[in-house]
Structure formats: C-alpha cells, structure tokens
C-alpha cells in the first residue's frame, strides 16, 4: 500500500489557460488517486496574501473597508495585501499597514500562516499582529478606495462571530488573537 502521505495524482499532461501579473490558472489532465483519468485545475498566485491585525494599547483594532470587485459587496476586514514571494512578508506587512491605514507599528508577532483554498488554488497568507502603534499619513494605492476605523477587539470579535466579517485572514486574525487574549499571551 502506498504511504497515505505521498502524491497519488499523476499528472499527465498541463496547459495555462490564463495569465496576468497576479495569478494564473492552469488545467492539467491527470489520472486520480482511483486509477481514473480526470482534470483538475489549479489557481497559482504569484504573491502572498498579507495580513495585519494593528491593536493599540487600548485594545482598539483598525478595520479597512473597501468594496470587493470579485464578491461584488462591501468588505469590513484588517490591513491586507501582497507580499512578493521571497522576499521578507514582513516588510510587505509594514508597507500594508502604512499604505491601509497610516499606522507604524514598533513589535511585530506572526499570528499564522495558511493556505487559503488549497482544493484550487496555493494562495499562502501570512498574518502578523502589530503593537506600538504610531499614526503618520496613510498612502493607499490608485485601486482603493478605503475607509479606516478604530473598533475596539471586542466589537471586532463579535463581528466575527455574528457573520458580519467574512474575510477569511479577518476571521483567522481574530480569533487567534481571542484565544491569545485568553491564554494571556497576546
């Protein structure tokens, strides 16, 4: 018997079927882990997904709202962006969290790191928390159109709880920093 933790998909053959500067999708004919030949496709993204959850001394937390073009809503979520791959997420972090929303932050921690729909896609986030907050002038990109809010950790974790942030790295961020808080390490 084959060793449960080793690849049993057989790729037989692969053709991009679409590429921009962000991501690419590729199908590839392959023969299943049942001996079936079948095709899967495979969403490659060509940066990381970075988050930041920023907590003052209070226990504030700053939440980003923007409209999202592919869900097509409104999204209440944390700082987030791109990382290019190789080089250090945590300056991509630093960036994000000044461009969202003009903070600098003095103590980083990596929260967690987690792939984000790895059926279809190997996008990998990487999610920090940022400490000793200090504002300056915020630099968003041309593509956002951004609103800032200081809520304190608590509404944030209800939000959570109730649905009303959906953002798969918000979600992630806050409930490991509740279990921090519970745990007294955060």
């Known amino acids: 018997m084959q060793n449960p933790e080793e690849n049993p998909w057989q790729v037989r053959s692969e053709k991009v ?3 921009n500067p962000w991501i690419n999708v590729t199908e590839y004919q392959v023969i299943n882990p049942s001996g079936n030949p079948g095709i899967y496709g495979k969403v490659h993204f060509k940066n990381l997904a970075i988050g930041v959850l920023p907590v003052d001394e209070d226990m504030n937390t700053y939440l980003v709202g923007q409209y999202r073009f592919v869900i097509d809503q409104y999204s ?8 290019i791959i190789g080089a250090d997420p945590l300056e991509a972090a630093k960036r994000e ?22 059926s279809v896609s ?18 968003p990109e041309d593509t956002e159109q951004l609103q800032v809010k200081k809520v304190p950790f608590e509404e944030v974790y209800r939000m959570v709880c109730a649905g009303e942030i959906m953002d798969s ?18």
């Open 122 to 139: 190997d996008e990998l986030s990487i999610v920090y928390l940022a400490r000793g907050l200090e504002q300056h002038e915020a630099e």
């Open 169 to 186: 790295v918000t979600v992630c961020a806050i409930q490991k920093a509740r279990l921090m808080q519970l745990e007294n390490t955060l």
């Open 76 to 83: 209440w979520e944390i700082p987030e962006g791109g990382g």
């Open 17 to 19: 079927q679409y590429d």
């Open 97 to 118: 969290l000044l461009e969202e929303t003009g903070l600098k932050a003095s103590q980083w921690t990596e929260l967690q790191r987690m792939h984000l729909s790895n």
